[in-house]
């Protein structure tokens, strides 16, 4: 699936929650499967931080895609950090360099991704983004 | 003591008529900022459409008029700390600029390569940096009063820290981050007993009960208006006027200077030699009128008021199953920093916010504090004198609806 269409999916997804409260469970649940972050990468460089949570993102190649590992120590952040794996993990560096990730504020978690926010969300994304032109950079 | 109409102060603050999220807006988050009541807000206004001008400068009316104003505002600061001189009052953007200025002024004046400076693990980082930036720039030594589990003070400790180099002891009267009431006459007698100088960090203190620093024998206090229903960006350094007359003045500028010339400047008195540049004026009057605000209900009755609210939430809190409050010392203000079983704070918080309830999250400026207790932060609620038990229902009722969330 190309990232416009996992977006549409997670959009379609939340679309059925009507209450703030059932869209946080799933977030919950997302962040409690994300698949486990492997310890051997949570080192410091890895660490994103904010003041009030913290992100730890790792990143590889395989066959021209980038694969991200994710995990955060509060849950909900952890959901949104699942949410950016699944639309971009797996994707191409000029992909995910193109992708606008509008679904964020279709689900209406753009608040939780404000720089005033200081959870290492923001800090992910860019972060995101730079494996990607480093990946890219050493394709070329 | 008289019993405060609590709804009838909160007629005074519209903000807390606030709907946040669908839902009423319940403010726990007054250790960080409380709200302005109405008068404070209209003051400050005042100011700008009736006498707004420099103050000590012009020969004018309105800049007349300005200066008294200002220099009014003092005294209430003076009278409210009750410091022996209004001059011994230095108006500063808050708690934060007064003890950078102390720092700065103390530790050129007094600080010797070798020296020493007590502060103690439940400071707010702005009672820790300045006095390691000092430090570092001195080549002095920063000493830390340890705490036990509950959060009190391990006082006996401070015998131990207190040397010949000790120049001087810097402590909060309350943590912010457990509330803990300090027992402060005591530091302050034995800081002097072994001719030390002492500064309290009254930021936490002022507003929940009496602060007088002569029947203290403080030599320095430092507090920030914001916390105190006034304007942000306004606070007070008080020092005794000897200290202040030795001591060199940190910033350079306008007001206060006596004469300049390119060889040589002669400081002007205090507290000017302290305040250069224009003041925040309108709201240094603004302290004036929120100082007013509090000695108007009555600083005990405010504080009596606190406790009862600080009690009942703590009964309602125990019974929330996985509460874990931070910070159980025997006397305490207006604050509870708390964990429910493994819940983040950042989820929590997050959480509490769609109900309506505002509290802090983090690591509150504490980050001693959060490693002594190993824990990446708490959630903090903090009363002001507008909170009500009905609040506090609103709020267990919803840590606990949140909980379950998590399970």
């Known amino acids: ?140 | 003591m008289t019993k405060l109409d609590i709804q009838d102060i909160r007629k005074q603050f519209p903000i807390l008529d606030s709907v946040i999220h669908g839902k009423p807006l319940a403010y726990f988050d007054n250790a960080a900022t409380t709200h302005k009541p109405n008068r404070v807000v209209n003051k400050v206004k005042e100011v700008y459409e009736t006498l707004n001008s420099n103050i000590h400068r012009g020969v004018h009316h309105l800049s007349n008029l300005a200066t008294v104003a200002h220099e009014e505002a003092r005294i209430k600061v003076q009278k409210f700390i009750n410091a022996a001189h209004s001059h011994e009052v230095i108006f500063t953007s808050g708690a934060t600029a007064s003890i950078n200025m102390l720092a700065n002024s103390f530790g050129d004046t007094y600080i010797e390569e070798g020296d020493e400076i007590i502060i103690s693990t439940m400071e707010h980082h702005s009672n820790i940096v300045p006095w390691q930036m000092i430090c570092k720039r001195k080549k002095a030594v920063l000493k830390v009063i340890p705490i036990d589990e509950n959060g009190d003070l391990i006082i006996e400790e401070l015998d131990n820290l207190l040397s010949p180099k000790t120049k001087l002891v810097a402590v909060a009267y309350v943590s912010n981050a457990l509330g803990t009431i300090n027992p402060i006459e005591d530091i302050i007698r034995k800081t002097h007993a072994n001719n030390s100088l002492i500064m309290i960090d009254a930021s936490q203190a002022v507003h929940h009960f009496k602060v007088d620093v002569q029947a203290l024998d403080c030599d320095f206090l430092v507090f920030s208006g914001h916390k105190i229903y006034g304007p942000t960006g306004t606070g007070a350094l008080y020092g005794k006027e000897k200290y202040l007359n030795e001591m060199e003045p940190w910033q350079g500028g306008g007001e206060m200077i006596k004469s300049v010339s390119f060889e040589e400047t002669t400081y002007n008195e205090l507290p000017f030699k302290f305040e250069a540049g224009t003041p925040n004026i309108a709201g240094a009057i603004g302290l004036g009128e929120a100082i007013d605000f509090v000695s108007e209900l009555g600083v005990e009755n405010i504080h009596a008021y606190e406790d009862e609210v600080l009690k009942y939430a703590t009964e309602q809190f125990l019974k929330i199953p996985g509460m874990r409050i931070i910070g159980t010392a025997k006397k305490k203000a207006s604050v509870i920093s708390f964990l429910v079983g493994d819940i983040h704070p950042f989820d929590m918080g997050t959480m509490l916010d769609k109900l309506g309830l505002a509290v802090r999250t983090g690591h509150h400026c504490a980050q001693p504090v959060m490693d002594f207790y190993k824990i990446p932060g708490t959630l903090r609620a903090s009363f002001a004198v507008y909170n009500t038990k009905e609040e506090v229902d609103r709020l267990v009722e919803g840590i606990s609806k949140v909980a379950m969330l998590f399970g």
């Not at chain 1, 997670?10 to 799933?26: L, N």
């Not at chain 1, 990143?59 to 021209?64: I, L, R, V």
């Not at chain 1, 993990?89 to 978690?109: C, K, T």
């Open chain 1, 1 to 140: 699936m190309t990232i416009k269409e996992i977006q549409d999916e997670i959009v379609e997804e939340f679309s059925a929650f009507d209450e703030w409260m059932d869209k946080y469970a799933y977030l919950i649940e997302l962040g409690n499967d994300l698949e486990p972050y492997n310890d051997d990468y949570r080192v410091e460089q890895n660490i994103l931080e904010g003041c009030q949570s913290k992100v730890w993102l790792h990143a590889w190649m395989e066959d021209g895609k980038v694969f991200y590992m994710g995990d955060s120590d509060a849950i909900i952040v952890k959901g949104i950090v699942a949410l950016m794996i699944r639309a971009l993990s797996g994707q191409s560096p000029n992909d995910i360099l193109d992708s606008d990730l509008s679904f964020i504020d279709e689900v209406g978690l753009k608040d939780h991704l404000s720089p005033t926010r200081s959870n290492g969300l923001v800090a992910m994304i860019k972060q995101m983004r730079l494996f990607a032109i480093a990946f890219k950079a050493k394709q070329a």
